[in-house]
């Protein structure tokens, strides 16, 4: 019987290929469980297509360990709370120096080259933001204004002076903060007695990157 040889090199990048598929930026499913939990309605919202058919909605509760009440949540000890808990180290250790240095000497490759995972899905949900026509230009315009702000507090605004900058309506500013706070691009924040809105962790790791993708 021939004997196999296995080219351990592309067997690792076999093994970060099929990492890579799992991102959130490369699947719904991923993402769907990253955004829980979450009020129903606005879970519904952002994916319908999750929670609209009866049918596929209770599959999906019992194949992975669902809850809908108030909110759409994970079960303990179920495949859905295993694999979020996954995907949320995982974006944690894919940003690791020593992590990613070793990883590119064994496949070859630069780090430029080598997959960020949250970056990657920062710049995902940048994208769809600006593709999105209604409220889309307002979340915008809301993160420009946050990213161009460094008195009193860097990167932050209160929630009074972004309805001024913004010149408008109150629902209109109201939808574009939500949506914003829902897809994990602001974080509602007081200061200095004030409620306000900041740009979320994520971006500011990567405020470079963040400007270059909606064009400030």
């Known amino acids: 019987m021939s004997e196999t040889v296995i080219n351990v090199r592309q067997e690792a990048q076999r093994f970060v290929n099929a990492l890579h598929a799992l991102c959130p930026s490369r699947n719904y499913f991923s993402q769907y469980l990253l955004m829980i939990p979450k009020e129903y309605p606005t879970i519904y919202d952002l994916f319908p297509e999750f929670l609209s058919d009866e049918e596929i909605r209770n ?3 019992n194949a992975f360990g669902l809850e809908y009440a108030y909110q759409v949540n994970v079960i303990g000890d179920k495949l859905a709370y295993h694999f979020r808990n996954f995907l949320v180290r995982f974006l944690d250790i894919m940003e690791s120096g020593d992590v990613r240095n070793s990883l590119c000497r064994l496949l070859g490759v630069s780090n430029e080259a080598l997959l960020n995972p ?19 230009p307002i979340v915008v315009e809301i993160l420009k204004i946050l990213l161009m702000t460094d008195e009193p507090y860097p990167q932050w605004r209160s929630t009074e002076d972004l309805r001024k900058k ?33 740009l979320s962790p994520d971006l500011k790791k ?11």
């Open 118 to 136: 949250r970056l990657e899905w920062i710049k995902s949900r940048l994208e769809g933001i600006k593709s999105e026509r209604s409220i889309g």
């Open 166 to 198: 913004l010149g408008k309506t109150a629902d209109e500013v109201e939808r574009g903060l939500k949506l914003a706070e829902d897809i994990w691009l602001v974080v509602s924040e007081q200061k200095g007695g004030r409620a306000g809105y900041s």
């Open 59 to 61: 599959d999906l509760k």
């Open 206 to 216: 990567y405020i470079v990157i963040v400007k270059e993708t909606i064009g400030s």
